[in-house]
């Protein structure tokens, strides 16, 4: 019994995202989970029925062991579904060499980066795409939904590399990661050019439409032309809202009553929503209100929030993420995804949502042992829903799609002292982390 011919077993795991805390056995064939069941206890292998189980030491087990191990003893290491980066940017990814931003701010971000676009070539948007697609992937990402710039006020040459680029590195990964791609609408330029290109740019593949509304000096109108477009060519949106220390900034409300309108509940979804933070108890309630009626989706981009926001506070400097806890009591679907890495929106960051969910933890007070399930869920099944993964999760019947890691436990897990892990997708298991030299790796 063996991965590549088709089957695999493992005893001994533990899934954290299961509320029992019990030892489980997991088998599958061709693909998909066949039997997942409680052990009742530590699982010896012999009594499993297996004469031969291996016990990988995952920093230095090679995919092949593991290819060939008749049975997996995992040894109470956690098993998770492959993580979900529902907001992340690709094309921006690794441009600090080239665009720097010393203020720190939103804003000279925007700026640099909108005047270096013209400069990027699709080779150079390539390579750093596909460096920080297989980082993610090497912490356990499978599925990724990037949000890619489209600046069509310098010409159609310069706003279609971006998305040459884009679908180039999505078949590249085929079949070992799902990558989705919502297009920045843009609010500058002609109008009519740029909702032809909008088509042109989904007829080549592009599933989202999205932009930063809140950003345009029409705000309404820009979120109205957007809502048309979707309709129109029956995508979902995934909207930039209300990136700003400023509580005057409610997009959303507006977000809320265009996907009432168009009879888009469950398919729009908000980012960041940092003014949300800004705002009194009273007013923030009315917007949470607003955005359950409206069954609208949100994601937190807590590491970017925090070291863009609240830069011009003095004092008690605001945390610049939105109201987490509050979005989760009100049952609306919540995740948190990595948005920058190491560009000019934010220095830092490898595409760990492991490490986003501890930033999450920081910045929301999250500890409690339902806290941390919670954050495992805002990574993994919540995210899922948002960009519409079927068959996920470890459940009978479903795809084969999952991280494992030597870690004891949650807290251990989301700690960073066990950084070890393997990943298996779409059929294969892929290597550990790829992490350090990643981008010199793919320069080369």
Not at 71 to 80: K, S, T
Request: proline residues 3%; aromatic residues 6%; hydrophobic residues 40%.
């Amino acid at each position: 019994m063996s991965a590549s011919a088709g089957r695999m077993h493992f005893i001994n795991v533990r899934l954290p995202l299961r509320e029992d805390n019990q030892w489980y056995e997991l088998k599958a064939e061709g693909g998909k989970w066949i039997s997942i069941r409680q052990q009742g206890g530590f699982l010896d292998a012999a009594v499993a029925g297996v004469t031969r189980a291996l016990v990988p030491a995952l920093a230095g087990t090679d995919l092949k062991k593991l290819d060939e191990a008749e049975c997996i003893d995992l040894q109470g290491g956690i098993m998770l579904p492959g993580l979900v980066d529902c907001h992340m940017h690709l094309d921006k990814a690794f441009s600090l060499e080239q665009v720097s931003n010393i203020s720190g701010t939103l804003q000279e971000a925007i700026e640099n980066y909108s005047q270096a676009v013209p400069d990027f070539s699709k080779e150079q948007l390539a390579v750093r795409m596909l460096a920080a697609a297989r980082l993610a992937l090497s912490y356990g990402t499978t599925t990724i939904r990037s949000h890619l710039d489209f600046p069509v006020h310098f010409g159609k040459e310069v706003a279609f590399r971006t998305i040459a680029a884009a679908l180039e590195v999505r078949e590249k990964l085929s079949g070992r990661m799902k990558i989705q791609y919502s297009l920045m609408v843009p609010f500058r330029g002609d109008q009519r050019v740029v909702d032809e290109a909008v088509a042109e740019a989904l007829r080549m593949g592009i599933d989202v439409l999205g932009g930063a509304p809140h950003l345009a000096a029409d705000p309404e109108g820009e979120i109205s032309r957007i809502f048309r477009l979707a309709e129109q060519y029956g995508v979902p949106v995934d909207l930039h809202a209300d990136e700003s220390d400023d509580p005057g900034k409610r997009t959303v409300l507006n977000i809320a009553e265009h996907t009432i309108r168009y009879g888009y509940q469950g398919r729009v979804t908000a980012g960041h929503l940092c003014s949300l933070s800004a705002m009194d108890e009273k007013d923030a309630q009315v917007v949470i209100t607003k955005m359950k009626e409206a069954c609208l989706n949100a994601v937190t981009l807590p590491a970017v929030n925090l070291y863009l926001q609240g830069r011009e506070d003095r004092g008690l400097v605001r945390r610049g993420t939105t109201r987490i806890r509050e979005l989760l009591a009100a049952d609306i679907p919540l995740a948190a995804a990595s948005d920058n890495i190491q560009d000019p929106f934010h220095p830092f960051g490898r595409a760990d949502l492991t490490q986003i969910a501890q930033i999450t933890s920081y910045a929301a007070h999250m500890g409690g042992v339902e806290d941390l399930r919670q954050l495992l869920r805002m990574i993994t099944d919540i995210p899922a829903g948002i960009v519409g993964s079927e068959g996920y999760g470890i459940q009978e019947g479903n795809a084969c799609d999952f991280v494992v890691t030597d870690a004891a436990d949650v807290t251990q897990l989301l700690s960073g002292t066990s950084m070890s892990r393997w990943v298996y997708t779409c059929g294969g298991w892929q290597s550990g982390l790829y992490a350090a030299h990643a981008y010199a790796m793919d320069k080369q």
